[in-house]
């Protein structure tokens, strides 16, 4: 039986999705949000990316800093 290696390559276009996905991935988890909600973010940013929206880098960014604001706790019961 012979072995045949297929050469697979994604495009750019999803390898910087994964790479957005990762990176929110590891970043909403550093903030302390759970497994589920960091998977969620990073879903929203990946596919962001695979629709042509954003780069990935303002996927990630703009995420970013969209976790950052949901968590800090500046209600009116924070004093």
């Given at each position: 039986m ?26 909403a ?9 960091a998977y ?9 990316v ?7 880098a ?16 500046d209600?009116p019961?924070?004093?």
């Amino acid at each position: 039986m012979s072995a045949v290696i297929l050469s697979f390559t994604p495009s750019v276009r999803c390898q910087r999705a994964a790479g957005a996905f990762a990176a929110v991935n590891i970043a909403a988890r550093r903030m302390g949000y759970a497994e589920h909600l960091a998977y969620r973010a990073a879903r929203l940013a990946r596919n962001e990316v695979l629709e042509g929206k954003k780069s990935a880098a303002r996927a990630v960014a703009d995420m970013k800093a969209d976790l950052s604001l949901a968590a800090r706790d500046d209600g009116p019961a924070a004093a």
